[in-house]
Structure formats: structure tokens, C-alpha cells
T-cell receptor, first 115, second 114 residues
């Protein structure tokens, strides 16, 4: 069964500090890995997408890494801001299966940035 | 103003009633998806559609139905057969259901059934 595990479940940091969120997956066959940011009560917004051949991708202060051998990904946030307070979701897609790429969502890491 | 919209934002229904959630996109995307999000759980795929007049069941399709008569619209009906319908429902779309196509999510509809 395809699974995506994220850690930590929650994290509290001070504004300006860096942090790293982890994602471990058992998804086969691997297609792509995405990181999303979801504000409370809102839809997720894509931060990065990585395919098998990519091992790092940046989007502003967000940098995602992918190690396809160990099936691990991390999302590093630099110089955190209050607006970074949100849930960060790791999504790994398998496929194609029957012509489609089926995503498996992690439960998310809840990040709170304090002033 | 391009994007994906869901309405209403909050919806309340009595147990035993069917209810339809709206999802519209003007991004000219072929693929559309419905997810359900419960507290402390990851999003779960209910149904998806890769093209007009075609749709496939996701992991938790029981008690739900969809239609895709137009490219722009993918409404979800929560039927009385759904045992635990109270949840946050998210609609998404992508250019196509492919390798690295980004999924764009709507703002969500929070359904409460009592």
C-alpha cells in the first residue's frame, strides 16, 4: 500500500529562524513528489514539484530536496515569516496506473511561526 | 480572473438528504479532481476526471457521485449513502493528468451534516 509519512506532526519556531520538514514515502512506481502549503480553511497551494531525476528545487525561501534511493524528501524554509504559519503537505504520485497518476497525501506538518 | 471556484464555502444539511457541491474552473484544464479532508488526515481522492464525459473512482468513492458534462464544471453529489459526510471538500484541476502537471486547488467547501 502506498504511504506518505511526514514529520514532525507540528513545529513551533521563532520568526527569522530556519526549519526543515521531512517526508518519507513508500510509493511505487514513483512518478513525482510535490510540496503544498495549506492555510487554515483554504485550499493547498503548490510550492514545488519534483520528478525522479530532480534532487532539489527552490521556490523563493522554500527549498525541497528528493532522495529517490532512500525515498525521502525534505522542505527547508529559510528566514521564516509569520505568514509561513500553515500546514505543509507532501504528496507523492504513483503511475501511470490505468492511464492516471494517483496521488498519496501525507497528513501534513503544522508549522507555527511566533514573533 | 482565472482560477478554480467552489461554492458555497459552508454548507449545512440534515442527515438523509443529498447535497451537491459546485466546482468550476476557467483555466481550460482537462483534468479535475475531488478530495475529502478530515482533521489529522491527509487528503483522500474521491473521484477524478481526465476528460469531459469520463470520470474514475478514487479511493473513497462510495456514497458519492459526479458528472462531467462540461470541461469547466465537475459537481460532486454527496448522497445519503455516505456514512460520514461531514468534512472539508476540495476540488482541484490540472492541465492534464500527467507526470508533473501542477494541481490547482479551489478554496474548499466545508459540509456539515447533522
Amino acid at each position: 500500500k502506498n504511504q506518505v509519512e511526514q514529520s514532525p506532526q507540528s513545529l513551533i519556531i521563532l520568526e527569522g529562524k530556519n526549519c526543515t520538514l521531512q517526508c518519507n514515502y513508500t510509493v511505487s512506481p514513483f512518478s513525482n513528489l510535490r510540496w503544498y502549503k495549506q492555510d487554515t480553511g483554504r485550499g493547498p497551494v503548490s510550492l514545488t514539484i519534483m520528478t525522479f531525476s530532480e534532487n532539489t528545487k527552490s521556490n523563493g525561501r522554500y527549498t525541497a530536496t528528493l532522495d529517490a534511493d532512500t525515498k525521502q524528501s525534505s522542505l527547508h524554509i529559510t528566514a521564516s515569516q509569520l505568514s509561513d504559519s500553515a500546514s505543509y503537505i507532501c504528496v507523492v504520485s504513483a503511475g501511470p496506473a490505468g492511464g492516471s497518476y494517483i496521488p498519496t497525501f501525507g497528513r501534513g506538518t503544522s508549522l507555527i511561526v511566533h514573533p | 480572473d482565472g482560477g478554480i471556484t467552489q461554492s458555497p464555502k459552508y454548507l449545512f444539511r440534515k442527515e438523509g438528504q443529498n447535497v451537491t457541491l459546485s466546482c468550476e474552473q476557467n483555466l481550460n484544464h482537462d483534468a479535475m479532481y475531488w478530495y475529502r479532508q478530515d482533521p489529522g488526515q491527509g487528503l483522500r481522492l474521491i473521484y477524478y476526471s481526465q476528460i469531459v464525459n469520463d470520470f474514475q473512482k478514487g479511493d473513497i468513492a462510495e456514497g458519492y457521485s459526479v458528472s462531467r458534462e462540461k470541461k469547466e464544471s465537475f459537481p460532486l453529489t454527496v448522497t445519503s449513502a455516505q456514512k460520514n459526510p461531514t468534512a472539508f471538500y476540495l476540488c482541484a484541476s490540472s492541465i492534464a493528468d500527467g507526470l508533473a502537471y501542477e494541481q490547482y486547488f479551489g478554496p474548499g467547501t466545508r459540509l456539515t451534516v447533522t
